[in-house]
C-alpha cells in the first residue's frame, strides 16, 4: 500500500469539537499504521480529503507487507 492515498472525505457542516477530534483520531490512526505524512486538501471545499503517504515496507526482499 505503498504512495499517496486519499483516506476519508469529511462532509460540511461538522461542529468544530466534533471536527477536531475526528481528525484527530483519523491523523493517529494513520500515523500508528505507518503513514509518513498525513493532511487535508480542501480543494474540494467546502469538504475536506484526509490524505496520506505511506512508504512501502518490505518483509525481505522484493517482498511488501500490507
Request: glycine share 12%.
Amino acid at each position: 500500500m505503498a504512495g499517496t492515498r486519499k483516506i476519508v472525505t469529511v462532509h460540511s457542516p461538522v461542529p468544530e469539537a466534533a471536527l477536531n477530534a475526528l481528525l484527530t483520531g483519523i491523523e493517529d490512526a494513520l500515523h500508528s499504521s505507518g503513514a509518513s505524512r498525513v493532511w487535508i486538501d480542501g480543494t474540494g471545499s467546502p469538504d475536506m480529503v484526509v490524505m496520506a503517504d505511506f512508504a512501502p515496507r518490505t518483509g525481505g526482499p522484493g517482498e511488501e507487507r500490507p
